[in-house]
Structures are given as structure tokens and as C-alpha cells.
């Protein structure tokens, strides 16, 4: 499965960006997906998660009633709508996709997109 991830760009906090995730296979409908980011000089973070079927999600608390995650499957298409961003939002962000057991654990990822850079200005 190859994930590639868009949608990121340079932004006023307080602003909005809507990043998307397209599949190569189908079978990635099978599987939860998630986005993580990393900021720069620092470590890659969980942000969001969504179940196989778009019924549960799961979300950072830093990130929490600001981000929804989302996921169309008859696109093959994951979805992070970002609003009231923040300059420590500014980060790569990644979309993952596998079957997991815990969202939040980017090791139990195996398929990776490439990343979209997200920098929100003050």
C-alpha cells in the first residue's frame, strides 16, 4: 500500500487547512488510519486516528475540538481538517494506515505516506 499525503502549506495562525491521504489499494479500507507529526528538531507525535470503518476515532489532547479526522473509502482517501491553527502546529505531518490495536503507537504502522509540511505563522 502507498499512502501520499497533501494538502499542507504556509498559514496565519488561526487559519485552516484540510490535508488528504490517497491510497494506492483498496485495501487500505480494511485497515485504521492515522496522522502523526513531527515538529522540527523534535520527535514524531500522534495527532488522529480512525477506525477501518470511520465509527471511532481517536485524537492528541493538544489537539483535540480543533482537528476532526475523517475517511472516505470509496476514494481510498484519509482526510485531517485542521482549524484555529497554532504556531506549534507547525510540523511534517504523516498518515499511517495498518491494522493496530493502539492508535497512538506509530510502530504498529507499517505503511507510511511521505509527509506534507504544515507551517502556520504568528
Known amino acids: 500500500v502507498q499512502l501520499q499525503a497533501s494538502g499542507g502549506g504556509l498559514v496565519q495562525a488561526g487559519g485552516s487547512l484540510r490535508l488528504s491521504c490517497a491510497a494506492s489499494e483498496r485495501t487500505v479500507s480494511s485497515y485504521a488510519m492515522g496522522w502523526f507529526r513531527q515538529p522540527p528538531g523534535k520527535e514524531r507525535d500522534f495527532v488522529a486516528a480512525?477506525?477501518?470503518?470511520?465509527?471511532?476515532?481517536y485524537y492528541a489532547d493538544s489537539v483535540k475540538g480543533r482537528f476532526t479526522i475523517s475517511r472516505d473509502n470509496a476514494k481510498n482517501t484519509l482526510y485531517l481538517q485542521i482549524n484555529s491553527l497554532k504556531p506549534e502546529d507547525t510540523a511534517v505531518y504523516y498518515c499511517?494506515?495498518?491494522?493496530?490495536?493502539?492508535?497512538?503507537?506509530?510502530?504498529?504502522?507499517?505503511?507510511w505516506g511521505q509527509g506534507t509540511q504544515v507551517t502556520v505563522s504568528s
Open positions: 499511517a494506515a495498518d491494522r493496530i490495536h493502539s492508535a497512538w503507537d506509530s510502530s504498529e504502522y507499517a505503511y
Open positions: 480512525v477506525s477501518w470503518n470511520g465509527r471511532a476515532t
